[in-house]
């Protein structure tokens, strides 16, 4: 039953994960106190488990669980709770000043995710020497280098060697490159009245290709556990649902007995050093 | 002819070998308390010489015993290919070897037999010395460079041992260390000495390009001898007449450092700083000599350069002049010294001037001859007033002498006889070589005549001051300083048996060249050769410098006559009269000053040239390194203390800006993270929107740090 | 489309994740708080790494495993120092405000 499903249970699972994700992020963005902010990001590092696993790395999944929300994050609890009884902690969330730093992290969100969604094909540093060729430039949503020859007036031809064994004529024309490199591409251009705007000029330039892959996943196997093949992820996210609750339990049953203990009076300070 | 002797090498070598293992053990010893075994090392300080010595005795037979073809025969002995330069066209080889000539051998035998002899002298002197193997192996170290000086073939060779006997002069003028005065004085002779080299070295090369005019340049002695000597060469002499003046100036500018001559004087005295030895040895016999050791050796060019250089002079009328300036100052100097040794040192300052003299008139064999016989009188003069310095427990101003005559019987004896041999008297040596200068001068072009007479006047000077001298120290009333008297006692016989020595050659050696002795001596060995007339030194030397002199005026054949009486009874006379006038003055022993040193005259005369040095000299010198000092402050420590000011501001700068929060470094580094990446790393729109945002938050910021 | 992901959507998460966790670093006052933003961000730069050796074949994708796995020890250890440091800091200051730590010049 659940193999029928697997066509959109892949991506779905993938979409749920990484909203999960998103959220607890968000969570750890506006948390009042740290140790609500170390539960959200427990919760951000199991997703992420998951969607590695989705992604078939299953040793990185495992040792995110371990190491990561494991230990690491069992550290800086430890060390909260420590540190938490003897020291204050109203703290603003956010003053004006943050309002600021948030430019930062918005504007390179925006971009980041502008650019992965839209361009393609980035034009790198052209060493244009020729004054023939107009500097190569990337034409927006599509994977093309797009190539512009000045006009050499009426009846002049222009000839395109791209670099990558291909050739066209035209004056303006874009081409698409398969891969990643340094290209020389060289105009020939002939035929034309006057006769100083003929002749060849080349231009080196870089051109990168965004990969536009697709990732096989793992979805159906993950809840099979009597199957052949990495079935027991879906265990290993269970024992760190169970790590998250643990936290939780421990960090409310805390919570509760200081409030219902009566208030120590700070008789010896420990910041004499 | 040359004939090759293998064992030349080893007169140089024997000495080095000493200077090595005493200076071994010295540096061995150092951290003892009374240094290394001072047996051994004067046996091997005194052994070396000596064993050199014979050996030069040895080689000098050899030399005599070539069948003689009429040339000038020599032994040679090739050592190794020295330098080899082959680029761009220009070729320049020279071999290490060494010459023994005539010339050589004449030169070689006095320094190796005085230099032995002071070796012993130096055992008895310096015996209770803490530095005593340091002494000995400085002295084999001096006796090393000087006989490469004398011995080596070429230039170059020359040159190696010019310089080596003015380091071990500085060595041994500043033995005594520990006072500062005697450090001056050592580098004072240093440095004086180096600007003669610069002379030396200035000549060579110019000397060099004359002999390459027609590409046969060389630094040998005997290619030089042989191109100046050629008849055919006589076009290409005039041809280059500036550039051989010119060479023949800086080379006598090289032997002026070395001998003391006017206007790199002003050394020699203040050497009087170092132990009597070496006074005796470096400062009388052998070191100042090397400059008319040069002169001889290079005769040919010096009388090859006939064309006036200054003033209508020719380089050989400078060098009379110079000569005879020094010879007058020197001797008037003489005459107002109150230390001992110093008296002494301007006399051989006014000998050497005779010397060069003697040299100006082309007379070299005559200039060699006082060379010669000086050695033997002024090393016994020196050896004998060390020995009244020793037995007066280091007394040496002569005011406080007097009376030594019979307290020290056989130092008197011995430097009476110098004392005989310098003022000219007859009989003594240097009656002898004294009248061949006069007689020389005498009969020489035109203004050498009146030098003559000069010569004549320093004479007389030189036998005023010497007879002072032997006043003061000997025969006038004893007025010892109260610790001494009583205590005054001769010398050991180590310091004794060379003075002993040596007085006896200064009142023997003038046979050499002397018209009262007849034809005695013949030459050992050498069947084809006349009988030696009584100018056995003149004969002697003839094939060496004969050609030179030759040229220069016909060869004196003592000629009947006044000329060849006047200079003998000139100089007699001058010896006489300045002995009576000397009696006069202070036959009591009576000197007009009880200052610590030289006042009034004296002093003017005496540091008359070390007061023009320093105007000329060392003042500009001083002004110049103190604007330097000045630059080099101000400007350069100025500029990179700026540039430090400037890194401390920038690295200072953030620090003081207020209350730097966590977060706000935190965001300006991701700030500047992104605003690179995008900007330096990316292309199109979107980096520059990212980059420029980045750059944005980053100044808001700063400026909210600031007013916050 | 089946059973597939495309590359440039887990880069996209990978992307909102990081300006996240640079957002939580950049504006929270409590230092807990800027540490855990700090392996946010790491993170983030984890999935992205797994997201290209997924979407690269052959050699290639072994170095998006190999480096995940090095950024997982360095910041385990960059916690562990970093909790040290704020232990130590925070003990003289009695506060966990970073904006207390300003005053480091005095």
Redesign the interface.
């Known amino acids: 039953m659940f193999y029928s499903l697997?066509?959109i249970l892949?991506?779905a699972y993938?979409w749920l994960f990484?909203g999960i994700?998103?959220l607890c992020?968000?969570g750890?963005?506006l948390?009042r106190h740290?140790i609500n902010?170390?539960i959200y990001?427990i919760g951000?590092?199991l997703s992420?488990s998951g969607?590695?696993a989705?992604?078939?790395?299953p040793?990185?999944a495992v040792?995110?669980v371990l190491?990561?929300a494991g230990?690491?994050m069992m550290?800086?609890v430890f060390?909260?709770m420590?540190?938490n009884q003897?020291?204050?902690?109203t703290?603003?969330?956010?003053?004006w000043?943050?309002?600021?730093?948030?430019?930062?992290?918005?504007?390179?969100?925006a971009?980041?995710?502008?650019?992965?969604?839209t361009?393609n094909a980035?034009?790198?540093?052209t060493d244009d020497k020729a004054a023939l060729i107009t500097s190569p430039k990337?034409d927006q949503g599509t994977s093309t280098v797009v190539f512009a020859a000045v006009d050499a007036g009426e009846g002049a031809s222009y000839v395109w060697e791209f670099g990558d064994k291909t050739t066209t004529s035209g004056r303006e024309l874009g081409h698409a490159y398969a891969q990643s490199g340094t290209y020389t591409a060289k105009l020939t251009v002939s035929g034309a009245k006057d006769a100083a705007k003929n002749g060849s000029a080349t231009v080196t330039f870089r051109a990168v290709a965004?990969?536009?892959?697709?990732?096989?996943?793992l979805?159906?196997t993950m809840f099979d556990v009597r199957a052949k093949g990495p079935g027991y992820y879906l265990l290993f996210e269970l024992v760190g649902v169970v790590l998250l609750a643990s936290v939780v339990a421990a960090v409310v049953l805390a919570k509760r007995s200081l409030e219902s203990a009566p208030p120590e009076k700070p008789a010896h300070q420990?910041?004499h050093? | 002819m040359k004939v090759s002797f293998e064992l030349l090498w080893l007169i140089p070598f024997l000495p080095l070998l000493g200077a090595i293992i005493n200076g071994a053990l010295s540096l061995g010893g150092a951290r003892s308390a009374f240094g290394p075994s001072r047996g051994f090392v004067s046996l091997i300080a005194v052994l070396t010489p000596g064993l050199a010595f014979v050996i030069t005795l040895i080689a000098a037979f050899k030399l005599s015993a070539i069948p003689s073809v009429g040339d000038n025969k020599v032994l040679v002995q090739t050592l190794w290919e020295w330098i080899a330069v082959d680029v761009a066209g220009f070729k320049f080889s020279l071999t290490a070897g060494l010459l023994f000539d005539k010339l050589t051998s004449m030169m070689l035998l006095f320094v190796t037999g005085i230099g032995t002899l002071i070796h012993i002298y130096s055992i008895g002197y310096m015996w209770e010395d803490r530095g005593f193997a340091r002494f000995m192996a400085y002295l084999n170290l001096f006796m090393f460079s000087m006989i490469i000086l004398v011995i080596g073939d070429s230039l170059p060779l020359t040159f190696l041992g010019w310089e080596g006997v003015g380091m071990c002069s500085y060595l041994l003028i500043g033995f005594w260390h520990k006072n500062n005065e005697y450090n001056d004085a050592a580098r004072k002779a240093f440095i004086v000495n180096r600007i003669g080299d610069l002379g030396f070295l200035l000549g060579a090369f110019a000397l060099y390009l004359v002999m390459n005019s027609n590409g046969m340049g060389s630094l040998h002695y005997r290619d030089i001898a042989n191109w100046f000597q050629n008849p055919a060469h006589l076009e290409l002499i005039t041809g280059s007449a500036g550039l051989l003046g010119a060479a023949c100036l800086l080379l006598f500018l090289g032997c002026t450092g070395k001998s003391a001559q006017i206007p790199l004087v002003t050394w020699l005295p203040d050497a009087m700083a170092g132990p009597t030895p070496v006074s005796a040895l470096i400062h009388a016999a052998t070191m100042v000599t090397s400059g008319i050791y040069l002169l001889a050796r290079l005769c040919d060019v010096f009388v090859a350069a006939s064309a006036p250089v200054f003033l209508g002079l020719t380089p050989l009328d400078i060098v009379l002049i110079v000569g005879c300036l020094t010879a007058a100052w020197g001797a008037i100097a003489g005459l107002v010294q109150l230390d001992i040794k110093k008296a002494l040192a301007y006399s051989t300052v006014s000998q050497l001037g005779f010397m060069f003299m003697a040299c100006g008139v082309g007379a070299f064999d005559v200039a060699l001859f006082h060379v010669f016989t000086h050695a033997f009188f002024k090393a016994t003069l020196f050896l004998a007033a060390g020995s009244v310095i020793h037995g007066l427990h280091h007394e040496q101003d002569m005011r406080r002498m007097g009376g030594l005559a019979k307290l020290m019987p056989i130092t008197y004896a011995w430097f009476w006889c110098g004392w005989f041999a310098i003022i000219g008297l007859p009989g003594g040596a240097g009656f002898f070589s004294k009248d061949l200068i006069l007689e020389r001068l005498f009969d020489g072009h035109g203004f050498a005549p009146f030098i003559g007479g000069v010569a004549v006047a320093v004479a007389l000077l030189t036998a005023i001051y010497m007879t002072r001298v032997m006043y003061l120290t000997f025969w006038s009333p004893a007025r010892h300083s109260d610790e001494v008297k009583g205590h005054v006692h001769e010398s050991p016989a180590t310091m004794l048996i060379p003075i002993t020595i040596l007085g006896f050659g200064s009142l023997v050696v003038g046979i050499l060249w002397s018209p009262l002795v007849g034809a005695i001596i013949t030459n050992a060995g050498d069947p084809g050769a006349k009988p030696f007339a009584s100018n056995a030194f003149e004969m002697y030397l003839q094939p060496v410098l004969g050609l030179a002199q030759a040229k220069v005026h016909e060869p004196i054949k003592h000629l009947p006559g006044h000329i060849a009486w006047m200079p003998l009874l000139l100089g007699t006379m001058a010896a006489v009269i300045g002995l009576l006038i000397a009696r006069w003055f202070w036959s009591r022993g009576h000197v007009n000053s009880t200052e610590k040193d030289l006042v009034g005259f004296a002093a003017w005369w005496t540091w008359g040239f070390d007061r023009v040095y320093l105007a000329i000299v060392i003042l500009p010198i001083k002004v110049v390194a103190w604007i330097l000092a000045w630059i080099v402050d101000a400007l350069v420590a100025g500029v990179v203390g700026l540039t430090a000011e400037v890194a401390r501001f920038l690295g200072d700068g953030y620090t003081s800006v207020q209350r730097p929060r966590l977060r706000s470094s935190l965001a300006l580094s991701a700030a500047g993270a992104v605003g690179l990446v995008s900007l330096l790393l990316l292309s199109g729109p979107i980096a520059w929107v990212v980059g420029l945002v980045a750059v944005g938050v980053a100044v808001v910021f700063l400026l909210l740090e600031f007013l916050f | 489309m089946i059973n597939h992901i495309a590359l440039v959507d887990v880069q996209i998460v990978a992307a909102i994740l990081f300006c996240l966790g640079l957002a939580v670093a950049l504006t929270r006052r409590n230092v807990f708080l800027l540490l855990m933003g700090i392996e946010l961000m790491l993170n983030a730069v984890n999935l992205s790494f797994i997201g290209f050796s997924r979407g690269f074949a052959g050699a290639e994708s072994l170095f998006g495993q190999m480096t995940p796995i090095f950024i997982i020890a360095i910041a385990a250890s960059a916690a562990c120092v970093g909790l040290a440091m704020v232990i130590c800091i925070v003990r003289g200051r009695e506060s966990l405000d970073s904006d207390a730590f300003a005053d480091m010049k005095e």
Request: hydrophobic share 60%.
């Open positions: 697997d066509a892949g991506p993938f990484a994700a998103t992020g968000i750890l963005l948390a740290p902010g170390a990001l951000v590092m992420l969607i590695y989705l992604l078939n790395s040793f990185l040792l995110q190491v990561y230990a690491i550290l800086v060390v909260i420590v540190l003897a020291k204050e902690h703290i603003p969330v956010f003053d000043f943050s309002l600021v730093g948030l430019m930062l992290p918005l504007v390179l969100g971009a980041l995710v502008g650019t992965l969604s361009a980035a034009v790198f540093r990337t965004v990969p536009r892959g697709e990732i096989a996943l979805s159906a420990e910041g050093h």
